[in-house]
């Protein structure tokens, strides 16, 4: 349709308003309550216009088009309603404009300055101040705020976190958080969605005030170095200093629409911190580093690394590559690996948190990754959440997971030993034994199947083995009753999670490593695909297995080659017209040898049989299970060189460590969670020596003797394309703001936001049957609770990044959790500290009694040095992803003598 604006036609979709109109083609008119993203408001009045045959003025934000619309924002009638109103605004708060942190990108600035106010005319500024500055993250000036009440929806109805309201009335009238708590004290996560939504300075982030005014800083959009959610951010940079001041997330994101946890809004100290490595280190004879340039380090590197080859063989060496550097970094990583040491003996930390997904997957529907997007959250009927604390791992995910239930478009059932924060959402919350997930998913499967509520069709047209996987589900053992014994949930329970998750039109899954850290990973992997392919939930929006990847390019690195088994895009070694492919490509003779797995690295250098190690961004000391193993493991490799941005705990084992760039100074590409490949862009400069990883192993390379030419990101970039089929579309200049989602086979597709639409990238859907066992390690006399690992919001990984943040650190403290049932047992009050321990070692730590632990297991975040819960984990791996069994082990918790 077309309207008229000021007497100019413009074209105009059903469904938009007026003014979404009048912005999409560059014509202002103030308004204040409304924000693109929570939607009309039509409280402020601000955005008032003229329409032809309409009596009086009409708020535009909530008025919808309509074909021949005639509208004038510019009369002198509509401008002096907008004068009153935010000359009223102005005069009722202390809008301080000149000292306000706010301007330059205060939206009532903006509109003052659009209708020629110079200064307030009414004198009703509140006498008092009220300021809140109790939050680590945000400020509150109440005195600026206008009451538009952005804050009080995105809080509730965006991030769904439930904070912020209003409270008493008329001139009383002002935000609250939670029954009238200082913020800080409030249930409040910190993720600052009120602070971006705010368009005043009523709230602000703490960190970026008194560092300079919005003018001064330049704005460079990249992806977000945490989790494997991919949000995209806009980092606010102080070109003076070389600092980031202030990061905001990019509204038009496909991934996170604007949203952010914690992490990505306020975790980036580390960027900037006095400790990033700045020069090369080499270690002298006495084990002590000393400083060195490039040239000798590289000259040390590239001799070690050609004499070791010689003389133990290629295979005596093995590289680790990195779920925390760009998809091009990876795949010159592999590449040297294969191509100059002559190795596949190349892997990095997935091994550690979804080999299972990678394997289980695989062999289900022939492809080992998230079968749906994030977008697809809101078109699930039912959502099942298992082995997942999505809000402390993937919070922008919980926030559209939430919103599905908020908005009452989907159910939620939560199964998940923990009472993690999702299960307030849930229709169902079921908490299991940790280590019986076969047994659930088996008993819920037993259930669909005795009363008919399978989708037969699909599973006649989709998939096969069906009769094999129904016998083992059919069996005794997984009647209700006896997973009730096995899991610990009640048989009633089961049924009405079978029930309600069977009925949906539309089903999804989304697991972490609750369900892959196991000895048993692949399987519970498996039954989780089982289960689906029965429900007929593959191939359809809303539906999918949906597992969430931990770091920020786990998925980039596995796509990229970085497992010992294949080359980028899955493309296997021991294929022999893969390797003939490939030896074209690269031209060198290729190993059909499958390689060492991060934990078969560990123990081939602990029985001294591996002789170098090259480690790019990896800490294995802390992110290894049974750290006292890796620590000798470690102490016996002859040549060890160690690429990062910090001395990391694993560094200092090493003869060689090179200064890499972080995420904030370089290019390339990281792939989310949901396939979705999306650019980094160069912020600031790499501190002293540093150089992007890219580089360095290009030198090596060179140095070695080689014959390496890239000169770009954008050439790796190109050669991806030209190798990895999946990433054959996906070239520099088609990845736009929102990237482009793989498989992508050419220049002209899409991208694909779901997988196996009609078929499954195997052909037919592979039902397996899968027999439940037991955890390795169980508890006993000795140690008679499960112990089981993970994270926590404000902290992440092995804390190299996270850690670096004082605010982060001020909240996210390392404990111990311990079911109320528990400590009362064993005599343990909250914040004492204790003593856990298994056969492994002992920690020391504080508990955290909660209620929402399950009795008999205790769980400690993985992230800190100071209480290493990987000193205490099993090195058990499953047989087939040789993941370890992080979720389970025996241990026991200990009053400390005072
Ligand atoms: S920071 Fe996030 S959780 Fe806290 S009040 Fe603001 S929107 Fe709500
Ligand atoms: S604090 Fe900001 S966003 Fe919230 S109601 Fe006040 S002005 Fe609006
Ligand atoms: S840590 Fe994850 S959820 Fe948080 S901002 Fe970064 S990508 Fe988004």
Known sequence: ??????????????????????????????????????????KCRVCVVEVEGMRGLQTSCNLPVKDGMKVRTD?????????LIVDLLLSSGKHDCLSCEQNGMCELQDAAYYLGI??????LAPKTVDYDESSEMVYVDRSKCIQCGRCVEGCNNTVVNEVINFS????????????????GDSTCVQCGECVQLCPVGALLDK????????????????????????????????RKRNEIVRVTGVEDAEANKGMLCIKGRYGYDFVNDETRLTTLLIKDSNGVFQEASWDEAIKLVASKFKEIKEKHGSDSIAGLCSAKVTNEENYTFQKFMRREIGTNNVDHCARLCHSSTVAGLAASFGSGAMTNDINDIRKADVILVTGSDTTAAHPVISARIKKAVRDGKSKLIVIDPKKIRLADYAEIYASHRPGSDVAVLNGIMQIILKNGWEDREYVSNRCENFDAFKEEIMKDKYSPENVEKLSGIPA?????IAEMFAKAKTGSVFYSMGITQHTTGTDNVKSVANLQMLCGNLGIPGGGVNPLRGQCNVQGACDMGGLPNVYPGYQKVTDPKVKEKFEKIYGRPMSDKIGLTVTDVIDTAYDGKLKALYIMGENPFLSDPDQHHVAKALGNIEFMVVQDIFLTETAEFADVVLPASSFAEKEGHFTNTERRVQRLNIALPAPGEAKDDWEITQLIANTMGSDWNYRTVKEITEEINLTTPSYAGITWDRIGLNGLQWPCPTTEHPGTPYLHKDKFARGLGLFHEIEFKEPAELPDEEYPLILTTGRILEQFHTGTMSRKSKGLNNIGKPSVMISVF???KLGISNSEPVEVSTRRGSIEIPAFVTKKMRAGTIYVPFHFVEAPANRLTIN????????????VCAAKITKLKK
């Not at 110079?118 to 004198?123: A, G, H, L, M, Y």
């Not at 970026?208 to 460079?220: I, L, Q, S, T």
Request: net charge negative; hydrophobic share 35%; aromatic share 8%.
């Open 168 to 183: 008493e009335r008329g001139f009383e009238t002002r935000i609250a958080f939670d029954d009238n708590l200082p913020l």
């Open 822 to 824: 528990d400590a009362e």
């Open 118 to 123: 110079e200064r307030p005319s009414f004198d």
């Open 75 to 83: 009369t002198e009638d509509v401008k002096a309603h907008q004068r």
């Open 1 to 42: 349709m077309k309207i008229l604006i000021n007497g100019k036609t413009y074209e105009a979709a059903p469904g938009q308003t007026v003014l979404q109109v009048a912005r999409d083609n560059g014509i202002y008119v103030p308004s204040l309550c409304y924000h693109a993203k929570i939607g009309p408001a039509g």
């Open 207 to 238: 960190n970026a005030m008194g560092k300079g005014r919005a003018w001064e800083f330049d704005r460079v959009t990249t992806v977000c170095p945490y989790c494997g959610v991919g949000c995209q951010l806009e980092l606010h940079i102080d």
């Open 492 to 496: 009633e329970t089961l049924k009405e």
């Open 876 to 887: 058990a791996v499953d047989p087939v992803a040789k993941i370890p069994e992080y979720k």
